[in-house]
């Protein structure tokens, strides 16, 4: 590429940025987040990473042999560019006003495996099926900014997205071992997902079996993300391991510390009392 051609693209993306970044703080949107999809910002996976992972199907941007159109000049021109930025905007507001995923953070930063958004937390294209996940080999949250937009919804997928991430941290999940995973399915589900209205619109709480709700809503919701991440599984199979270890795992409320009900205050308490459990 001749020199003058190098200056002006370096020119036409600069005032490309700063276009962007004028248009979204109008509205109020902080873009720290902004245009971080080049090489230098995320981490590509290496040739001996499991690319070919089932699970991968659902995230194309972790799979280079995908055929999935990466590159930031198609980026900048597309949709998809304006989507990610909201996405990032939303990540970026629920970090910093969300008591639970605070906490989180809180959590993963005293345990050793401090959080960076722009490393950790990648808003990414997904295919139907998903709405987020977490990468083990990167360390990454993958939010899918094609699959929804509102914060209400980020902010669940982000909170059970860095329980993965803690778990891992704390525990050395082994994710080919099935009772691993089911264990963390079961307390994302548990901690962040799982309530009485959550278990009469997902059909598994009904008048006549109030009394254990919690605990079927638990079980279907870790059940359908198993179900997502082992495809090879039959659902007798993946019930079997999920009560193998559904115990020990719905009892432990770490790094919470309590099972959060709807319209209360107990994001707030949890967050206030994390000093308790030694987290800064």
Request: with cysteine; net charge positive.
């Amino acid at each position: 590429m001749k020199v003058v051609d190098t200056i002006s693209y370096i020119n036409f993306n600069f005032y490309f940025k700063s276009y962007l970044r004028f248009i979204y703080e109008k509205r109020h949107l902080s873009l720290v987040l902004v245009i971080m999809s080049s090489s230098e910002h995320e981490p590509q996976p290496q040739p001996h990473d499991p690319v070919d992972d089932s699970s991968l199907k659902f995230f194309p941007e972790r799979r280079p042999s995908s055929g999935h159109t990466n590159s930031y000049i198609y980026r900048l021109f597309t949709r998809d560019s304006v989507n990610k930025i909201k996405c990032e905007g939303n990540v970026k507001e629920v970090m910093e006003t969300s008591p639970l995923v605070k906490l989180m953070v809180s959590a993963l930063n005293s345990s050793g495996c401090p959080i960076n958004v722009r490393r950790h937390i990648s808003c990414e294209s997904c295919n139907r099926g998903v709405t987020g996940g977490y990468d083990p080999v990167l360390n990454q949250v993958v939010i899918c900014y094609n699959r929804f937009r509102g914060t209400n919804m980020i902010q669940a997928v982000l909170g059970h997205e860095l329980l993965h991430a803690w778990d891992s941290c704390r525990a050395n999940l082994d994710f080919n071992n099935l009772d691993h995973v089911a264990c963390t399915e079961i307390r994302a589900a548990n901690l962040f997902h799982c309530s009485i209205i959550s278990g009469f619109l997902a059909g598994s709480v009904s008048l006549t079996n109030l009394g254990k709700a919690h605990q079927r809503c638990v079980k279907q919701k870790a059940l359908q993300s198993i179900m997502v991440v082992r495809p090879d599984l039959n659902v007798r199979e993946a019930d079997a391991v999920i009560e193998r270890v559904f115990g020990r795992c719905y009892n432990d409320l770490e790094p919470i510390g309590r099972r959060v009900r709807r319209a209360s205050m107990d994001r707030e308490r949890a967050y206030r009392e994390r000093y308790f459990y030694g987290y800064d």
